[in-house]
């Protein structure tokens, strides 16, 4: 049994802190793309965001590292499945509901992943949640809830943002099973082999229905701002920030990764008053601080049982 005075080792150490950076640039990510949405059509800003998120990872890899490009083409099914979930169906789902709702509101939405993770990770090994962790469970529904509710905005909306929440939430659910997913093929190869070529497959796959949304003349209408905002959630929250979480999966449980996704609504949130003029009621914030306590009550008897 592990000391709980004991020092985390340095290779955890580093594997919590590129999960904390990834639900960092997760949250930003949140209010770069709710500014991106609105000029560029949801499908198209997937596939600009995580093709050129592909090309950043296979182009350092061909020059640093190319031995790490080589896969075997019988993986290639489980790869391809892996970038369909994160790249190409959660995205769409993340975009078209960053349309309807608000930047804060969606990270609270997605606040939800480690709740999803934990139960695919009982079910998948026939654990049963122990009381604690459904208290957890039940907490953070009920700040959804409020989030969701807030008087003056969704119920005095046109019901577009409970779509956009709703939407949020299979974002988050996408991202629970990729983490589950991911397993087997981190055992195989290293995660930066990984993040690329689920990236690269999920752009794949998402090529065709960009073009039919017209992903060439949204190109053709690119600024300086959009194009700079692009390159930020093509380099630095698609490549950087999915291999840091792909990293963090290949030395902790989906759980314990899951957990820093609660960085996502805490920067989002800030971002969004900050820089998106974003007002939240008193409502919303009972709300956020009640997903965030229910997450953690949910979680924090799986993390010390393992470290135990």
Partial sequence: MIDGSSRMPRSDFRAHLSAAVAGGLFGASAVAVRVVVQEIP????????????????????AVFSPGLLRVKRSDLPLLALLGVILFALSPVA?????????????????????LWSSWLASRLARERLSGR???????????????????GRALHSDGLMLLGDGLMLLSAISGAVYGVLAQPALKLYEPVTVTAYA???G?????????????????????????????????????????????????LTPTHVAVYVNFNPIVAALLGVLLLSERRSLVFVLGFITTIAGVLLANWPVQQSQRR
């Fill in 42 to 61: 949801p499908i198209s800003l997937a596939l600009l965001r995580f093709g050129q998120g592909a090309l950043w990872l296979v182009a350092i890899l």
């Fill in 94 to 114: 993340f975009n078209v509901g960053l349309r309807w709702t608000e930047a804060s509101r969606a990270a609270v939405m997605l606040a939800t992943l480690p």
């Fill in 133 to 151: 962790q459904f208290g957890g469970l039940v907490l953070s529904v009920v700040g959804v809830a409020l989030a969701v509710f807030d008087p």
């Fill in 199 to 201: 990236m690269l497959l």
């Fill in 203 to 251: 752009g794949l796959a998402l090529t065709p229905i960009a073009f039919a949304e017209g992903v060439g003349s949204a190109v053709g209408r690119l600024d300086g701002r959009l194009l700079a905002l692009l390159v930020f959630l093509g380099l630095f929250c698609g490549a950087l920030a999915f291999l840091l979480w792909t990293t963090a999966l290949s030395r």
